[in-house]
């Protein structure tokens, strides 16, 4: 007969031994006690990526902004110096003379704003408070918007009529100095849509 062993394996163990928790179809599962650590990582998670999508706003605006800049200049500037004689005078038509005008306004404009954003972006304090920068920006770019499309608007029909005419270096020059003043336009039209996304989540309180 075979001996019974006073210490026995834990293969000889029945199953009912093991700890309850450990048995197969308990149903027992493990509850956290980190709720509030992960409610917390949530929060943060969200302020982070609050955070970095204002900073590609800010950083897409201020691109638009140095677009606008870049095509404003070169629109006046090309106008500006479309005089080769007679009626060839940019200053003798009132169209023309707009479009220089409201050019070097959205420069000034452009100009302004990116100096403002590369001020902020760079770690100093917004030169604009911040409760009014948001209302700033937005006024500020459709107004300037709005002015560009007006002085399109005025000179395309006169440069059209010169064209059926007689097309030449004066003419050349203008359509030119439209087209900037257009892609202009589209740049400080798509930055008054992030201005007014911007101000729409923008808290008074």
Known sequence: MAAVSD????ENL????APPDLEKGSGAAPTSTATGE????????AVVRRWRRED???KATLLLRAATWLFSVISFMVMA?????DWKEFGKYEEYRYIVAIGVFAFLYSMAQV???VHRLSGGNDLIPARYGGIVDFAGDQVTAYLLMSSLSAAIPITNRMREGVDNMFTDSSA???????FAF????????????????????
């Open 14 to 17: 029945p199953e009912s031994s």
């Open 38 to 45: 992960g409610s917390g990582d949530a929060a943060v998670g």
């Open 7 to 10: 210490n026995p394996t834990p």
């Open 115 to 117: 100096v403002r954003h």
């Open 81 to 85: 110096s479309n005089k080769h004689g």
């Open 176 to 182: 030119a100095s439209i087209s900037m003043a257009f």
């Open 186 to 205: 589209v740049a400080l039209a798509l930055s008054s849509l992030i201005s007014g996304f911007k101000l729409c989540k923008q808290p008074y309180i």
């Open 56 to 58: 590609m706003l800010d």
